[in-house]
C-alpha cells in the first residue's frame, strides 16, 4: 500500500501565534491550514510591518514561511538563505507527487458512469461527482479534483485517490460502493499519517445528473 509521507520544514523561527525571533528578528507568526492549503499571519512590530502569506499549491505549506524568510532577509538588508534552506523540502514533495501521479491507473468510463451524480455528508456537506472527456472529478463547489484508480483487490472496490494539487497528498481514498436502495454511495476515508484510526465519511447519493 502507497503511504502518503508528510514532510514540515524546520526554519530558525517560532509559530503557531506566539512570538517567534529569525536571526534577531522578533516576529508573531500564526499558521494553520489543511491538506493541499495553508496560510501565515506574521507581524513585525519593530518593522512596521504585517504580513499575510495565502496558498494552495503543491508545495504551499513550504511557500509561505519562505515568503516570510525572504520578506525579512530584504526589509533588514540579509542574504539569502531561505531558499536554499526550504529547497530539499520543496524538492521531496515533487518526488513525492511523481510517485503516486506513477501508481495512478486511467479512468474506464464504462465503470466509472455509475458513479456520476450528486452526494451529501451530514458533516461535510454536497459533493458532485462527474464524468468528461474520460476524467472523473470529486467537487465540493469550494474545491474540486480529478480521481484517478489504483489497482485494488479481488471483489475490492476500486480505491480513486486525488490525482491534481492541491490535494494530491491527501492521506486518504474515494470508494463507491452500493447503497441500501441500490444507488452508490461515496465513501471518503482519511488516513491518520500519526497512526491514529482512519475516518471515513459516507456520502449518501442525493440525484442524478440532470435530476
Not at 514533495?93 to 452526494?119: C, H, K, M, N, S
Not at 452508490?184 to 488516513?191: D, G
Amino acid at each position: 500500500m502507497l503511504r502518503v509521507r508528510h514532510l514540515r520544514a524546520t526554519l530558525p523561527m517560532r509559530s503557531g501565534g506566539t512570538s517567534g525571533n529569525t536571526r534577531g528578528w522578533r516576529s508573531s507568526p500564526t499558521r494553520g491550514g489543511t491538506f493541499g492549503f495553508s496560510t501565515l499571519v506574521s507581524l513585525v512590530p519593530e518593522a512596521d510591518l504585517g504580513l499575510v502569506v495565502l496558498t494552495n499549491g503543491l508545495a504551499g505549506g513550504f511557500l509561505a514561511p519562505l515568503v516570510q524568510f525572504r520578506l525579512l532577509e530584504l526589509v533588514y538588508d540579509q542574504p539569502s538563505e531561505g531558499e536554499t534552506l526550504m529547497a530539499p523540502f520543496v524538492e521531496a514533495t515533487i518526488a513525492q507527487f511523481a510517485e503516486i501521479q506513477g501508481v495512478l491507473g486511467e479512468v474506464d468510463p464504462q465503470a466509472a458512469a455509475p458513479f456520476v451524480g450528486r452526494y451529501a455528508n451530514p458533516i461535510l456537506g454536497e459533493a458532485r461527482v462527474t464524468l468528461s472527456n474520460n476524467e472523473l472529478r470529486f467537487n465540493t463547489g469550494a474545491i474540486g479534483a480529478a480521481l484517478r484508480p489504483l489497482a485494488a483487490e479481488p471483489g475490492q472496490p476500486v480505491p480513486y485517490l486525488f490525482a491534481e494539487p492541491p490535494l494530491t497528498i491527501f492521506p486518504g481514498a474515494i470508494v463507491f460502493v452500493p447503497g441500501e436502495d441500490g444507488s452508490p454511495m461515496l465513501l471518503l476515508t482519511v488516513v491518520d499519517q500519526s497512526g491514529g484510526e482512519a475516518v471515513t465519511y459516507a456520502y449518501e447519493w442525493i440525484e442524478a445528473p440532470g435530476g
